[in-house]
């Protein structure tokens, strides 16, 4: 089975500071691991993936993840947080090409002026 | 660029109802997942279609069953709904072999 946790369900940083969301992950298997991002009543965008190969992904938006095996840790972080990064944030773990996602609880972002 | 295509957005519905949620995945993608997000829960996977046929099966109520047409758009029919079936419902599709799944924008259940 495979599953992710998320620590902490709100996180609230200040404009122009680091974003730093977590997530561990628990898998049988290499896993592939996922961020997306929700804004309200809205769908669900890929920020970045982890399938194979370099561990530490880009993704949009100047968000980036590391993949730590070691910590079995996929953290994703952003250098200066934007008011427009407010949102609902999703880390989602795979067995891989083709299977259905597992979903964290999620963590909602809030950025103060 | 072609997005995942899904309608109704809103449907409000009476108990014991029954509702059919439509999807249009992005052209040549040959697999559609369905999921069940709650008010404030995260995304549950319902079922998945990989070139017409079953390929998965997640938190699937038996009231509720789903398939994928010759020309790929999926169907989920929901029967008997309850007040517990009110939830944002997504379909996402991906490529043949494809590592990510693209989200349509959900349809809003109301069950009243």
């Known amino acids: 089975a495979q599953s992710v946790t998320q620590l902490g369900s709100h996180v609230s940083v200040s404009e122009g500071a680091l974003v730093l969301l977590r997530c561990n992950y628990s898998?049988?298997?290499?896993?592939?691991l996922f961020w997306y991002v929700q804004y309200p009543n809205q769908g669900l965008q890929l920020l970045l993936k982890?399938?194979?190969?370099?561990?530490l992904v880009k993704g949009i938006n100047g968000f980036e993840a590391e993949f730590k095996k070691s910590e079995t840790s996929f953290h994703l972080t952003k250098p200066s947080a934007h008011m427009s990064d407010a949102a609902e944030y999703f880390c989602?773990?795979?067995?891989?090409?083709?299977?259905?996602?597992?979903f964290g609880k999620g963590t909602s972002l809030l950025v103060t002026p | 660029a072609a997005g995942v295509i899904q309608s109704p957005r809103h449907l409000i519905k009476e108990k014991r109802e029954t509702a059919t949620l439509k999807c249009y995945p992005i052209?040549?993608?040959?697999?559609v997942y369905w999921y069940q997000q709650g008010p404030g829960q995260d995304p549950q996977f319902l079922i998945s279609f990989y070139e017409k046929m079953q390929s998965d099966k997640g938190s699937i109520p038996d009231r509720f069953s789903a398939q994928q047409f010759s020309d790929y758009h999926s169907e989920l029919n929901m029967s008997s709904l309850e007040l517990g079936d009110s939830a944002l419902y997504f379909c996402?599709?991906?490529?043949?072999?494809?590592?990510?799944?693209?989200f349509g924008q959900g349809t809003r259940l109301t069950v009243v």
């Open positions: 982890y399938t194979t190969g370099a561990t």
């Open positions: 898998s049988s298997v290499p896993p592939y």
């Open positions: 996402a599709s991906s490529f043949p072999r494809g590592t990510e799944a693209f």
């Open positions: 989602a773990v795979s067995l891989g090409s083709g299977y259905a996602l597992n």
């Open positions: 052209p040549r993608h040959d697999t």
